[in-house]
């Protein structure tokens, strides 16, 4: 077993607190031949300065240092593409730095920016993420998603990443779905909800009014993952400025106090020695005594069945921002439902339901906007952008996304944000006849799960209103 | 096109490579346009050959071809992974990072191996090599502490499924695809061509 120090396991502290001042973002789509990545990150940057009634040049001016999430170089076929974005956003010569950490460089971008503002570096920092996918044809783009994995151990078998998760997605589907029809629908019903939510986005990619059947009658990529239990591949970009206090009411009377965590795991699943589970602050070790005996193969801890990168980073992040149950404290998350599968582990990972029960977060109605069963809000809404799902999977701009759409419910601007007709039209979509307000009435507390991979890095973004912060009692 | 004219090799000599032939074919762009015959861009094509070093793993890919296969042991007295065994091969203890003593694992993988967790794809990505549909396994072995990822090439995985390594004896590609699994029992003469049972 693996044991780690006090010094290891330290709640991360900061000098001072960190603000969300606004943020903005791009059309997202599978393609977008007409715009070089320079012109998508202009168009997320101007979203930001207009939510908060400044001009870009004007916000331009408090910004004191860059960070940029671009996951994908070779995707481009740009090194240093950072470099080209700072230029093109006429920002030099403030110091800036590019961020690469898989699936999650979104999230692991935004960590950096806290930081820096936490530490009293910079007073007001851009982190803007971006992705380029559509520059090579899908499958040379799965190949180099693979290069991601361990080159010498896993890219050679198959280039092709989704089967290097997927097998975690066999081993969670036999022991902890125990190969159940109905935990097979409850998969089902997470495309469904957050495809549907898409349609009310006019950002997103892949909007549908689907149903439990269309999924389970979708062609199998990898059993029992089909298409649509799988993301998009996307191009786009999205930005968020951080601010410590008197900045941030310089720019805006209404920031967001926010706390970015990150943690870890090894690129090949199963390639630590085991471990205790790491408790957060609504478990006890009492709870998983018997977890083995219940599901049988589940004890292995992380091994196949969870993602250690993301526990670690709710284990930092709750006890930073002072959550003590993620169900009882936030009001919605973003989750990085890259399938659905990875969706419901995740659940159990960050502690909205224990190891072993997070199909019940689905089949309770507590992930919806609207508890089907009840009629009433969703106890704790998930994935109303779309998610990965629906929305968007343009790597570098992903956990920025996820965050802006969070903020947006608490700042109680997410229908200004999502309804306006010009948006609709400027992006070339029809807005649905149907289109419904999601916002999350009174929101004051939020997450965005930002993910990599087989579960090499997970950041946890938790942004609160700061008339609503939590005790921290740890 | 396969550019295999010439193709690029290279040997080290006093501890330098030595490239010999073509690590790169020039082709022209081409331009995109739309379907009105506006420019959209250029495509850029390129045929590169990268080297890559083995260093400590590289004995464990060139026994792969003699039919064993290695792993490593923290044998460090002050470590607390000390007697821990790693597959995939770790070069030095992820703990302690003293570096690991190597063993055969052949044997062990032969009476021990099951399938921890598997999947079958017909996906691949570009630069694929192996048949498809692919079928992923996982593979656990007693008294080693992590799991090796492979392919099996003969039956249907399931998770408990006792399976034995075969390896590419014949002309092997001194990569992992060298290293493959068939459920326990298979014969010879089913194994894919070039591979034995080692």
Not at chain 1, 47 to 67: C, M, N, V, W
Not at chain 1, 254 to 259: E, F, G, I
């Amino acid at each position: 077993m693996i044991t780690f120090s006090e010094k290891q396991l330290k709640i991360p502290s900061m000098s001072r607190p960190v603000f969300l001042v606004t943020g903005g973002m791009s059309k997202f789509d599978r393609a977008i031949p007409e715009k070089k990545t320079e012109e998508l990150v202009i168009d997320a940057f101007t979203e930001a300065a207009r939510f908060i009634g400044k001009t870009p040049a004007e916000l331009k001016q408090y910004i004191h240092s860059a960070y940029y999430g671009h996951f994908a170089d070779h995707f481009g076929d740009q090194l240093l593409g950072e470099a080209v974005i700072h230029d093109r956003l006429g920002l030099d010569p403030l110091g800036n730095v590019g961020i690469k950490t898989g699936g999650a460089t979104g999230g692991s971008t935004l960590w950096e920016a806290f930081k820096t503002v936490a530490s009293g570096y910079s007073d007001c920092v851009l982190a803007m993420g971006w992705e380029r996918m559509d520059e090579v044809p899908t499958d040379e783009g799965n190949h180099y998603i693979a290069s991601a994995a361990d080159k010498d151990w896993e890219t050679p078998l198959g280039h092709i990443y989704t089967g290097y998760y997927a097998v975690m997605a066999q081993k969670y589907w036999q022991v902890f779905g125990k190969s159940e029809d109905s935990f097979r629908v409850t998969m089902a019903e997470i495309a469904v909800k957050n495809r549907g939510y898409a349609r009310m986005n006019p950002h997103a990619q892949g909007p549908k009014k689907i149903t439990v059947d269309d999924v389970l009658s979708s062609p199998v990529v990898a059993y029992p993952l089909r298409a649509l239990d799988c993301c998009l591949m996307s191009v786009g970009a999205a930005c968020a400025i951080l601010c410590d206090e008197k900045t941030a009411y310089e720019l805006t009377d209404n920031p967001l106090l926010v706390y970015v965590a990150a943690g870890s795991h090894t690129l090949r699943v199963a390639d630590r020695r085991n471990m205790a589970i790491p408790l957060l602050p609504n478990e006890t070790a009492e709870q998983y005594k018997d977890l083995g005996e219940r599901f049988p193969g589940g004890d292995r801890y992380p091994g196949f069945t969870g993602f250690l990168a993301a526990r670690m980073a709710a284990y930092y992040g709750y006890r930073m921002a002072g959550v003590t149950d993620p169900t009882e404290d936030l009001d919605l998350v973003e989750l990085h439902d890259a399938f659905t599968i990875s969706d419901i582990q995740t659940y159990e990972d960050i502690g909205i339901r224990p190891y072993g029960e997070g199909r019940t977060y689905v089949e309770s109605g507590d992930c919806y906007h609207t508890n089907p069963h009840t009629g009433k809000p969703g106890k704790l809404p998930a994935n109303l952008s779309g998610g990965l799902l629906g929305n968007m999977h343009a790597v570098g701009a992903t956990g920025i996304m996820q965050a802006i759409e969070v903020a947006q419910h608490i700042w109680g601007r997410w229908a200004e944000m999502h309804a306006d007709p010009k948006k609709w039209e400027a992006f070339g979509r029809q807005k649905p006849e149907d289109w419904t307000d999601l916002q999350v009435k009174g929101a004051r507390r939020g997450l965005a799960i930002s993910h990599a991979g087989v579960g090499s890095h997970v950041t946890a973004t938790i942004i609160v209103h700061p008339d609503h912060q939590l005790e921290r009692r740890f | 096109m396969r550019c295999t004219e010439d193709r690029g090799t290279v040997k080290v000599i006093n501890g330098r490579y030595r490239p010999t032939g073509k690590f790169h074919y020039i082709y022209e762009h081409s331009p995109i346009f739309d379907e009105n015959g506006k420019l959209m861009g250029i495509t850029n094509p390129r045929d590169v050959t990268h080297i890559h070093a083995y260093g400590g793993e590289a004995q464990f890919f060139e026994s792969l071809g003699k039919g064993k296969l290695l792993g490593t042991r923290c044998d460090n007295p002050h470590c607390e992974a000390e007697g821990s065994i790693f597959m995939p091969f770790r070069i030095h203890c992820p703990d302690c990072l003293a570096k690991n003593t190597v063993v055969d694992l052949t044997e062990t993988a032969r009476k021990s191996a099951t399938v921890h967790t598997f999947m079958i794809t017909e996906r691949t990505g570009a630069f694929n090599t192996l048949p498809t549909p692919i079928k992923f396994v996982n593979v656990e072995f007693e008294g080693v502490c992590t799991i090796l990822m492979g392919y099996l090439s003969v039956g249907e995985p399931e998770i408990g499924m006792r399976v034995v390594p075969i390896f590419k004896t014949q002309n092997p590609t001194f990569t992992i695809l060298d290293l493959s699994w068939v459920p326990a029992g298979t014969k010879e003469a089913d194994l894919p061509e070039g591979f034995t049972f080692g």
